[in-house]
Nanobody
Framework: QVQLVESGGGLVQAGGSLRLSCAAS????????MGWYRQAAGKQRELVAH?????????MSTDAVKGRFTISRDDAKNMVFLQMNSLKAEDTAVYYC??????????????WGQGTQVTVSS
């Protein structure tokens, strides 16, 4: 099994910044994809950004956060980060870490963190 643990959420004013962190641990041979989703109250979970574990750790982010949020990786520590700047009230949501992990037996599975609340006041 694999565990994903998020941290860094909180309450900030519009225009402020937060940095989210996620650490993966457990049965990890390789992490193919690592990233962030969010779910606002009454809405479906949506992809925020992810990083594919190729030679360049190719990244993708949703249009709603382009230019404001930046995803980064520390592969040696199995960690992913989300730097969130110029936060808006509509960014308020529970943010979930997500990873696609290859285990020692070469099985591939999806894992989710518990989530961390981000609240942006206007």
């Amino acid at each position: 099994q694999v565990q994903l643990v998020e941290s860094g959420g909180g309450l900030v004013q519009a225009g402020g910044s937060l940095r989210l962190s996620c650490a993966a641990s457990g049965n990890i041979f390789r992490i193919n994809v690592m990233g962030w989703y969010r779910q606002a109250a009454g809405k479906q979970r949506e992809l925020v950004a992810h990083s594919v574990s190729d030679s360049k750790n190719n990244i993708m982010s949703t249009d709603a956060v382009k230019g404001r949020f930046t995803i980064s990786r520390d592969d040696a520590k199995n960690m992913v980060f989300l730097q969130m700047n110029s936060l808006k009230a509509e960014d308020t949501a529970v943010y979930y870490c997500h990873a696609i992990v290859v285990g020692a037996a070469m099985d591939v599975k999806n894992y989710w963190g518990q989530g961390t609340q981000v609240t942006v006041s206007s």
